[in-house]
């Protein structure tokens, strides 16, 4: 696989000017016990993220049982670019009263610009729109509200760090219930199911920044 010629599947190329200009998503920072940083594509990061995505929980709704190599070129053709950001955050475990776990790495991570994605068919996306993508590999923290806590977190840390946003999108699988209900519970709305692809059925989920900033579907 050559780098100079790997394409990101959902990345959208045929763009008006103004949306191609969109910088690339911000990556804001977090207080303890989180922590945020760019997937380092010569570190072992690949292999981490591969193994994650093999795990029976995120087969299904991800999708992505991806050899390292390949995974290694996705994240690289992100960081060269203005369409997405790859991260992966990590989890203080002293948090929970488990410092016996310490501090490690919990999921991955994946910021990115609605305008210049595939959903953007689907809405009026704005340049500044800012989606993301979550794998919580760690097992550890489902069903206990850490996530969704954290979701809570992102969606005002990027509207702080992004005056020009009106929007974020989250666009889990629509049999990934436990991501809807997470949505559901921090104050996302949903904006409806649809098949963006034949393959690919979709759960549209919307926090704007206010009222009249929320999308309307085409």
């Not at 994240?75 to 475990?93: H, K, M, N, V």
């Not at 790495?105 to 994605?117: F, G, N, Q, S, T």
Request: proline share 7%; with cysteine.
């Amino acid at each position: 696989m050559n780098r100079t010629t790997y394409v990101l599947a959902r990345e959208l190329t045929d763009l008006p000017d103004h949306i191609r200009r969109a910088p690339a998503p911000v990556v804001p920072e977090f207080a303890a016990p989180f922590t945020l940083r760019l997937v380092d594509v010569e570190s072992n990061d690949p292999e981490t993220i591969t193994e994650w995505m093999h795990r029976p929980h995120l087969l299904e709704t991800w999708e992505q049982a991806w050899d390292a190599d390949r995974r290694r070129f996705d994240c690289a053709a992100q960081l060269a670019g203005t369409f997405s950001r790859p991260g992966i955050l990590e989890y203080d475990f002293t948090a929970l009263e488990r410092p016996d776990l310490g501090r490690r790495e919990v999921a991955y991570v994946e910021l990115y610009r609605p305008a210049k994605d595939e959903i953007a068919r689907l809405y009026d996306a704005d340049a500044h729109d800012m989606g993301f993508h979550i794998a919580t590999a760690d097992t550890e923290l489902l069903g206990r509200g850490v996530m969704s806590g954290w979701m809570r977190q992102l969606g005002q840390a990027i509207l702080a760090a992004e005056p020009e946003c009106r929007r974020l999108l989250c666009e889990p699988d629509h049999r990934n219930t436990p991501m809807r209900k997470a949505l559901e519970k921090i104050g996302w709305q949903h904006l409806g199911d649809f098949d963006i692809r034949p393959d690919r059925r979709i759960s549209l989920y919307a926090l704007p920044r206010t009222a009249a900033d929320l999308p309307e579907i085409r």
